[in-house]
């Protein structure tokens, strides 16, 4: 009796502890768990099609600053990965890594080529959202916002989404990693006319 | 018979040892059963249409309906799209029979562009006409209906006819009015009387989110940062309102009633949710939205919202009861529904932005704004006695400016620019109200957010 006692005792002691320490490291484990770091496929040939494609397999996924890899179970399998850390290895990209991998860039910054990374590629890219405003690296380019259609981008100092498509209020639905609390998804949002996002164009599209 | 007998402190000692080990190995279990269903399950294809409708056309526009098609097998497969057919169904008006059009594939073997050419005695119609389309992936086994509710509720595009034409011509940037009154102003903060910021590493920075005046000429203002309203009366320090939401770039409007209805376009798991809260916050209902929501406003009946990727305004609520999915979708409508059975339909398109008041028997008024600075978003469209106010941003690569519009049918009577003040992020569309003759907008600086009230009519 006092042995069965005494084993119950330490077994919820130590599933507690376990648990508890498990739990904080979870979210360091999720890229670890599911990401590779294989090679790119380079590819000659890209449309803004095929990048709202590979866009679209990332809604409902995460949100990881820093971050640049997701599945397609349409949940957040990192939930509540504290905001400003990069390193808790949470599921999802930010916006700067999701536009990277979605306009299939490569990280030779003189380069224009196209890389397929596929959402299980744990990358982020070279570029933040500022230097995406900036139109640097020689795959992007400065765009006037009036002509901007799907899959060109509107960049912050902070911030940077893709256009999905325009709606008829003259608001645009934008596929965008936004936050913690938001995830990646497509949101209607008032980009194109605020004065503090630029347009941008990813250079070299096969077909418009 | 031997009886194996051990000491009462080896007992103690094993029994701990034994516990703490299947306490760690059941954890280990448990995390490595939770990692194997978390890693990547099967692809799943996918098949999406989106469309921008032409709701009000003049004679000259082609009577097209072009639809952007993504269709996938998996993710590896984005640049070989699967085969899609579609089909798109127009009818005149909204009670003749639905007539079949093809819809064509253009743009090269591997876009997903399709364009089907409404007949002329169809798009032609003085009553305008409906249609709605479909498009189906034998490869996937996958269907895709815009808008969602078909034949049911489909989209419906009208003809502008006399409208009334109003060119803005080049903006003046920096010729901004004063307001009125400033009715409600909070500094940024967590304090009683301020307003929440969210900020996160790729955000703007998010506060009041959404306001509205209510009957009594309240001003209230979501601030969902902290999780309430603040309420403003007469120019008083703000009373606070606790409201179970979750943020997330909410739009809210109150009802006649004093009803507060908060669009939380995320919510929880990406699931959109309307919460419809008493006056003093009490929480009365949840709903789920159909669809991706832009914004809430108060229809007749009740709560009204619009949704993407129909591009409908959806009800949510008749009389005070939730109204389901399949029955938002199944009664969705083009334009925004208003009190005697009128509704309000805008479109902006480039510099332009065609506004219409609608009846029963088709457009009763509509107005044709031009501008030579680009037009982005508008942000509200009124009625405002016999026309309507507009409010409309103008832009250019560096600067904003709000343009407010009266407009009635004599052309544009009343004309002023307002700065932005759009420091702080809101939900899309939720700057600006309407109450009586007056003008609310919220905007913000560095320093907070406030409500300025611009009066339309000389008191």
New interface residues.
Partial sequence: M??????????????????AG?AGA?HT??VA??CNYAAPTP?S???R??????A??A??EG?Q?GGGCW???????S?GDP??DPNTGGEGP???GFTFKVWRETLDETSTAFH?W???RNIHGPYT?QRFKNADGAANYPL???AAI?MDAYA?A??IGMI????????D?IIE???????T??????Y?????F??VRRLGWT?S | MNEIRTS?KL??T???????????V???LA?TAL?NR????D??P?L?A????P?LTTRDDRKELRY?V?C?RS??Q??T?CAVEGRVFARVGETDAYQEIEAHRV??A????FVAVVPESIGRASSGFTYYAVFRSDETDLVATLPAGGAAAPQRSLPLGRRIEVDLGAHNFGSELEASERVAQAAWGTGPTEAGL?Q?????PIGGSAFDVDADGSVVVLDEANKRLLRWRDGDMPAAVPLSI????ADMSIGEDGAVYVLE??AV??QPLLKTFARDGTAISTSAVAE?P?QVRIGPEGPVV?Q??S?QWMSAAVDGRAVGVRAQISTAESGRPLSGGRKIV???Q??E?RVALVGSTGVQRAWLVTSET??????LAEPYGTGVVLV????T????EFAVLVLDRRGMVKRFSLD?A?WAETA??SRFRLRGSSLYQLGSTPAGLFVDRYDLEVK
């Fill in positions: 006092q042995y069965a006692r005494r084993f119950l005792v330490a077994f919820v002691v130590a599933f507690a502890l376990a648990g498990t979870y484990q999720w768990n599911n590819t040939y890209i449309t099609d095929g990048s709202i494609t590979v679209l397999y809604r409902h949100y600053w599945n397609d179970t349409d949940v957040d399998d939930p905001k400003s930010d916006c700067s397929q596929w959402r299980l959202a006037s916002k009036s799907k912050s902070t911030h999905y498509v325009t709606n008829p209020d003259g608001t639905q990693a936004l936050g913690e609390s938001y995830g998804n497509v949101w209607t949002r008032a194109r006319g605020n004065s503090i630029s347009g077909q | 009462p007992s103690r094993a029994g701990l040892l034994a516990g703490s080990l299947a306490g760690v059941t954890v280990v995390g990692a978390i890693v990547q399950p692809e799943q996918l999406e989106t469309h921008l409708p709701l952007d993504y996938a993710e590896t984005a640049e799209p743009g090269g591997t876009g997903g562009r969210e996160g590493r790729n955000l703007m979750n943020g997330t770039l376009t995320t798991q990406g991706r832009s619009l993407s990727s591009a805008i479109l902006r480039g510099n932005v680009p037009l982005a978003e508008v942000q409309t941003r103008v832009f690569d560096d600067r904003d932005s759009d899309p569309l």
